[in-house]
Each structure stands twice: as structure tokens, then as C-alpha cells.
């Protein structure tokens, strides 16, 4: 079909459920999306989302291996692709300058935590400790500077004296599956 060709190729890394990889799929089979998610990759074989790329025939590879061999792998895949846009999702591993370097595309990452607040992991239980009142999720351009690329957009909620991190973590994922495929159609409308 003629308007897929204008539609920006994306390329979503995973490294578990891939809870967010679906919620990007599902907004990408509406006519509202100016993107297509043409390849996944994963760096773990057992992430539960490949059950759904094999399901929806998403093309996608696994390279579980060290960090060089999975970048360097990655990155012929995503030239070959003629990839526009990566897009972390639930993806566990850090990525190094050189790639970061070497790929001339944007990065985006979605990081439970209203950033700067809380970089790295375990958001929700040290928002708690530090009574914050309010939590979320950032989407934001990767860079050599772990979760310290410039904000594109964010959600926030507010902490209720009987959260824990568990239940945190639930309402902060179904903002991230809103906040996600909509920041990532906007960079592809901008783009
Ligand atoms: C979740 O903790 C989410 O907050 C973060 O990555 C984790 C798994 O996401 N972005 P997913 O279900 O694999 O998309």
C-alpha cells in the first residue's frame, strides 16, 4: 500500500514481557500511525514478548550475547532495515557510546520515573521511601548518559499513602502504554 511507504520504520528493543512492544503494535494498526514496527530484537530468548512477535509475524532476532556481539550485530540489522527510530521498551541493558555513536538514528527510552528523578532502577519503591508525592513515566532520547537524555514527554500520577512499589508499578505501566505509542507518533509526524 502506497501510504506505508510513508510511514517511519521502527525498530523496538525488548529484554522481557513486552507488555510495551504490544501496546505499540496495537496503536500502529490504527490509521491515526505515522510508523510500522519492522523488526524486533531481543537480548534475552526467553522475553515473553517474542511469543508475541512470532504471533503478530514481526520480524525479530534474539542475541543473547555480550554487549559488543549484541551491538555490533544490532547494528547491521538496523542499517540493513533501514531502521528511522529505535525504541527501547523494557529493554535491560545499557547501551554503549560507540553504538549510541555509530547509530545515526534517535534512540527514545520509556523509564518508569517522573526523570530526572530516580535514573537507574528500583523507581518505585525509592519514590516511595523518598515521599515523593507524585510518580510516572518519562519517554526521552537515549544518550551516552544513562536515562539523562532531553524529555519528550511524561505522565504522572499521585502516590497514595497505601501504594507499595508493586501497586505503583501496575498504574505507572498502563501510562506508559498510552504515553509511549503516542510520543513515539508525534516524533514520527515531526520527523
Ligand atoms: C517495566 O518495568 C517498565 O516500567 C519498563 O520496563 C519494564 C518492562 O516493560 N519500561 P515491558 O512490559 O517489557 O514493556
Redesign the pocket.
Known amino acids: 500500500m502506497v501510504e506505508l511507504n510513508f510511514k517511519k520504520k521502527i525498530c523496538v528493543f525488548?529484554?522481557?514481557?513486552?507488555?510495551?512492544?504490544k501496546s505499540l503494535y496495537k496503536f500502529s494498526q490504527s490509521k491515526k500511525s505515522n510508523y510500522k514496527i519492522l523488526l524486533v530484537v531481543s537480548n534475552k530468548a526467553k522475553a515473553k514478548?517474542l511469543l508475541f512477535t512470532s504471533q503478530k509475524k514481526i520480524k525479530s532476532f534474539v542475541i543473547e550475547k555480550d554487549k559488543e556481539i549484541f551491538e555490533t550485530k544490532s547494528l547491521k540489522l538496523l542499517k540493513k532495515e533501514k531502521i528511522d527510530i529505535l525504541c527501547l521498551?523494557?529493554f535491560m541493558r545499557i547501551l554503549s557510546p560507540t553504538f549510541i555513536k555509530k547509530l545515526k538514528i534517535p534512540i527514545i527510552n520509556?523509564?518508569?520515573s517522573l526523570l530526572p528523578k530516580f535514573k537507574g532502577l528500583n523507581t518505585h519503591q525509592r519514590a516511595i521511601d523518598n515521599n515523593e508525592k507524585y510518580s510516572g513515566?518519562t519517554v526521552h532520547y537515549v544518550t551516552e548518559k544513562l536515562d539523562s537524555g532531553k524529555t519528550i514527554s511524561q505522565k504522572k500520577i499521585r502516590i497514595l499513602k497505601k501504594d507499595t512499589a508493586k501497586s505503583l508499578?501496575k498504574k505507572?505501566?498502563k501510562l506508559?502504554h498510552k504515553l509511549l505509542p503516542e510520543t513515539l507518533n508525534k516524533i514520527c509526524k515531526i520527523n
Do not use: D, T
Request: glycine fraction near 22%; proline fraction near 5%.
Open positions: 525488548i529484554s522481557g514481557n513486552g507488555s510495551n512492544l514478548g521498551a523494557g520509556i523509564h518508569p513515566c508499578a505507572i505501566l506508559e
